[in-house]
């Protein structure tokens, strides 16, 4: 009876050592992007952040998951070696989750803004001096602060009247880029975005009235007049510069690595 417990600890004991040399390799601690090239990227499914990583580490590996919270977590499980995605998006996961944290140096740069009908230029000037008016004051600082804190979850979006008489604003959005644009505790929809749009509408003396949908029906519902502008982390492109016309930038960041803190 001994002997066959011992045989049986030792059996369990060798089918664990393989299992953990086989999948449970430790990785190396990552400090900087250049540690990165030729590693495993965690990256949501659906997304182009895998063809972005490419473009800077062309023997990366991938591993693919159904969001980008579920890649940060692959990540914080030693499952991949850094998660690919938004700077901003993943700076709010870091945040709200001990042990991760978001390398400084970033695999591409972009800049992100509103957007408008091409023949919308007086919206868009209305965009573009509420931004610029919020970088003077130092409004825009306090802003991120409260959007991208550098732990826990963003602050209360602030109360803003919108009780304009001019008629109704229509912002498009996809409430899953937080802290850009996101459902908060009382299911409403709130953000970076959603302030910075709320402030336009003010300025308009209209009622903003925010659309949530799909981020791939976002332009269409633009360019067919569903809705006046949209936001939601969008990246400004030359592709999509020829469709709708885009606000100044008012946030650069880019395709960033998550890694273990």
């Known amino acids: 009876m001994v002997r066959t417990a011992i045989r ?9 050592i393989f299992i953990c040399s086989s999948g449970c390799s430790k990785r190396e601690k990552v400090v900087k992007l250049s540690q990165l090239e030729s590693k495993e990227f965690a990256v949501p499914t659906g997304t182009a952040a895998d063809k972005l990583v490419l473009s800077r580490f062309p023997n990366a590996k991938f591993k693919y998951f159904n969001s980008v919270l579920d890649a940060a977590l692959a990540v914080n499980a030693g499952k991949a070696d850094a998660a690919a995605y938004d700077e ?26 509103f957007a408008v009908p091409l023949n919308r230029k007086d919206l868009k000037n209305a965009i573009d001096q509420v931004v610029s ?43 899953v880029t937080e802290p850009f644009s996101f459902v908060d505790g009382s299911h409403a929809v709130v953000g970076l975005d959603i302030e910075i749009a709320a402030l336009v509408a003010r300025k308009l003396d209209m009622k903003l009235e925010v659309v949530n949908m799909e981020f791939g ?24 510069a020829k469709k709708v016309l885009f606000s100044e930038p008012y946030y650069t960041g880019g395709i960033a690595a998550l890694v273990k803190e």
């Open 217 to 240: 029906s976002m332009i269409p519902a633009l360019i067919s007049g569903k809705v006046d502008m949209i936001a939601a982390c969008i990246t400004i492109t030359e592709e999509r």
């Open 88 to 113: 901003p998006i993943l700076k709010n996961i870091a945040a709200k989750n001990s042990g991760l944290t978001v390398l400084p140096e970033m695999l591409t740069k972009d800049n992100y803004g």
């Open 8 to 16: 049986l600890f030792g059996s369990c004991l060798m089918l664990s």
């Open 133 to 175: 008016e919020l970088r003077t004051s130092g409004k825009y600082e306090a802003m991120l602060q409260r959007w991208l804190p550098k732990s826990g979850n963003p602050a209360a979006m602030p109360a803003i009247p919108a009780d304009g008489t001019k008629g109704v604003l229509k912002l498009g959005t996809s409430a």
